[in-house]
């Protein structure tokens, strides 16, 4: 079946620097990837829409220049957290719909990164 | 704006006994999809049941099902024959016919399955 991969599951650095994660779609290709911020306890909640080739799409809220997203390729989506700060940290996932032809496809979700930020 | 709402915050079941989850949502559109996701310890999203809102059939798959009332617009997940497995955290999720794939969830209900 469809397989999201995401990369890496846990990162700790320290404040100021930035940090990348990637999500790879496996076996299928994906020209739209989204991703998800969750805090302990909380709902996912969604950051932006990874384009392919194109520009990202933020949600409401999310500092453009902050998460920096990139989409290069039909499996790969990037988001970069520039100058990460002790309020970065969270759970970030991904995910992306697995198109058949059938918009009744689900989304298949990463596993998640657990940014810490010290 | 479509909103998706879960209004227990945590449930318990005993081990081998039927919980019911709700879910309800709001939307003025006719042609949407609902799912519900598990989310484990480990925290890894996992498709539990989806469905159409064109089908007036509830969805079940396996020990879940749901109760799907769209003019009330309440999409409950009815868990059979509970197991210790079965507890996690588990997400409402709704996603217009017209968007682009992209989700709005619920806050969630932690599920705790007791020996």
């Known amino acids: 079946g469809a397989v999201v991969s995401q990369h890496p599951s846990w990162v700790i650095c320290k404040s100021g620097t930035s940090v990348k994660i990637e999500c790879r779609s496996l076996d299928f290709q994906a020209t739209t990837m989204f991703w998800y911020r969750q805090f302990p306890k909380q709902s996912l909640m969604l950051m932006a829409t990874s384009n392919e080739g194109s520009k990202a799409t933020y949600e409401q809220g999310v500092e453009k220049d902050k998460f920096l997203i990139n989409h290069a390729s039909l499996t790969l989506s990037t988001l970069t957290v520039t100058s990460a700060h002790p309020e970065d940290s969270s759970f970030y996932i991904c995910?992306?719909?697995?198109?058949?032809?059938?918009?009744?496809?689900?989304?298949?979700f990463g596993d998640g990164t657990r940014l810490s930020i010290l | 704006a479509q909103t998706v709402t879960q209004s227990q915050p945590e449930m318990s079941v005993q081990e081998a006994e039927t919980v019911t989850l709700s879910c309800t949502y709001d939307t003025s559109e006719s042609d949407y999809y609902l799912f519900w996701y598990k989310q484990p310890p480990s925290r890894q999203m996992i498709l539990v049941i989806r469905?159409?809102?064109?089908?007036?059939q509830n969805a079940t798959e396996n020990r879940f099902s749901v109760n799907f009332q769209k003019a009330a617009k309440s999409f409950s997940l009815k868990i059979s024959d509970s197991q210790l497995g079965d507890a996690a955290m588990y997400f409402c999720a709704y996603r217009s016919a017209s968007a682009t794939y992209k989700y709005i969830f619920g806050t969630g209900t932690r599920l705790k399955v007791l020996a």
């Open positions: 469905q159409e809102a064109y089908k007036q």
């Open positions: 995910s992306a719909p697995f198109r058949t032809g059938h918009s009744n496809q689900p989304q298949h």
